[in-house]
């Protein structure tokens, strides 16, 4: 069955850095486009950035356009977030995604960002 565990969150003070990796298993990881999402206390869930499986393609939201690199390592099935610069703003329960016949969340790992 398809999984996805995220791993790698945690407290940093604001400026510093954090990567998130996503283990995929269950699936044909080198073909599917990946993305990271994250969810604020209070607010909705919200697209964060996206990979393709090439890794030829990679949008952000703007919010962390120049501060987050998405990227994925196909040959063990990893997705990984690299966070810099981080801002109190950025606090939030990181998920990966993945969309196959249905749509696949992990459990999210904390990221907290604070002085």
């Known amino acids: 069955q398809v999984q996805l565990v995220e791993s790698g969150g945690g407290l940093v003070q604001p400026g510093g850095s954090l990567r998130l990796s996503c283990a995929a298993s269950g699936f044909t990881f080198s073909i599917y486009t990946m993305r990271w999402y994250r969810q604020a206390p209070g607010k909705e869930r919200e697209w964060v950035a996206t990979i393709t499986g090439a890794s030829t393609t990679t949008p952000y939201a703007d919010s962390v356009k120049g501060r987050f690199t998405i990227s994925r390592d196909n040959a063990k099935n990893t997705l990984y977030l690299q966070m810099n610069s981080l801002k109190p703003e950025d606090t939030a329960v990181y998920y990966c995604?993945?969309?196959?016949?249905?749509?696949?969340w992990g459990r999210g790992t904390q990221v907290t960002v604070s002085s």
């Open positions: 995604n993945a969309v196959l016949r249905s749509n696949y």
